[in-house]
């Protein structure tokens, strides 16, 4: 077992911290959050683990990190996607279990990118591969070894899964507390606030998808991942605390999608469904145009889900994360747009999806 390895870093009074998880490679939304956030020399910006992987630019965006390092004060987490890269240049020992599959069908990761660009792309010699990556690459491998797995400073604690206690984090499990699905399912509760990322914060919710960070006031526990990437929805979220000491949590978002203005009225619904990933099989009810009526197998429930959300699974019918939720508007509402359709619009306020029915201003972006 590798044990986590944990840092204590002395965070100034009065510095302003912002924490961003699961970036994913997604360097456009990252850089236009930091513009958006007005990063600046005098803040500290805490990286809550997963920067690589499933997107396009990982390569890029730990280079950019490391270029940012050299100016700001940055403190990259490691997140289990960052784990994987870094266990590769490290170990044979998940070569047959994990990267003789992953490697194949992944030519957007990290170690794909590093070894095209080093010029021996191929995935049939696994230990060459390493050979060819150590020697191409040793300043984005020593990088990676420098990610500590767990960030403690007196207030706060920075870790990408999760941890079932504060009391002796050097001797957990490493790759635990980096993947730790459904960590707010799990009941802890701590003394010093704990900040996490890993598991979409959408995930939590059956009724009402929502991307926005959420603060745990009673268990202080706050959870950030936005689904960046994973989403057509996703959000990539900033955390903002005013210091170290603070306990006012406020956050923005980037998520790249057009804005619209409301124009008219309308009122929440009472009751609707969150179709979550690993929960959405369904049976095709009628066939639509833009939409097509389904049954929700898990809850029974039938609802219209765009005919773009629909796949094939394993086990038959899917679709990507649905809702039937309408959203509350007030006429001057500032929307953003995830789809349009005859019937109405798929739309996010304040990092909630839903639908809106109403007319909106022309579409921006």
């Known amino acids: 077992m590798d044990r986590a390895i944990v840092t204590h870093p002395t965070f100034a009074p009065g510095r302003r911290i912002i924490a961003v998880s699961d970036?994913?490679?997604n360097l456009p939304f990252f850089r236009a959050l930091m513009d958006k956030v007005r990063l600046s020399?005098?803040?500290?910006?805490?990286?809550?683990?997963d920067l690589m992987e499933k997107g396009r630019d990982s390569l890029a965006l730990m280079r950019y990190v490391m270029e940012l390092s050299q100016t700001y004060t940055v403190y990259p987490v490691c997140g289990n996607c960052d784990g994987l890269v870094s266990n590769f240049f490290e170990t044979d020992s998940m070569d047959r279990r994990f990267f003789s599959a992953y490697l194949p069908q992944h030519p957007e990761?990290?170690?794909r990118q590093m070894a095209r660009e080093g010029g021996f792309d191929q995935v049939e010699d696994l230990p060459r591969l390493r050979r060819d990556l150590r020697e191409?690459?040793?300043a984005e491998r020593a990088w990676l070894r420098t990610m500590p797995t767990i960030l403690e400073t007196e207030h706060l604690v920075f870790v990408h899964g999760g941890v079932p206690s504060l009391k002796g984090m050097e001797e957990l499990d490493r790759w635990g507390c980096m993947k730790n699905d459904d960590f707010l399912g799990q009941g802890h509760s701590f003394d010093k606030w704990v900040i996490v990322g890993h598991w979409p914060v959408t995930l939590?919710?059956?009724?009402?998808?929502?991307s926005a960070p959420m603060v745990l006031r009673d268990r202080k526990i706050v959870s950030i991942d936005g689904a960046c990437v994973l989403k057509a929805d996703g959000?990539?979220?900033?955390l903002i605390l005013p210091s170290e000491d603070s306990e006012d949590f406020t956050w923005t978002a980037w998520d790249g999608l057009p804005t619209a203005t409301a124009l008219?009225?309308?009122e929440a619904s009472s009751d609707s469904v969150n179709i979550r990933w690993g929960r959405s099989a369904l049976e095709l009810l009628e066939e639509g145009e833009e939409l097509s009526l389904c049954r929700h197998r898990e809850t029974g429930r039938e609802l219209r889900i765009l005919n773009d959300y629909l796949r094939q699974g394993p086990k038959g019918l899917e679709c990507e994360d649905s809702t039937d939720y309408r959203l509350p508007v007030s006429p001057g509402?500032?929307?953003?747009v995830v789809k349009r359709t005859k019937a109405g619009f798929l739309c996010k306020k304040e990092g909630t999806t839903g639908w809106y029915y109403g007319r909106l201003s022309d579409i921006m972006g």
């Open 333 to 336: 509402d500032l929307l953003t």
């Open 136 to 138: 191409a690459f040793p």
């Open 23 to 25: 970036i994913h490679g």
């Open 204 to 210: 939590y919710d059956p009724h009402i998808p929502a």
């Open 109 to 111: 990761s990290a170690l």
């Open 41 to 49: 020399r005098d803040d500290i910006l805490v990286l809550l683990g």
């Open 235 to 238: 959000q990539l979220n900033a």
């Open 264 to 266: 008219d009225a309308q």
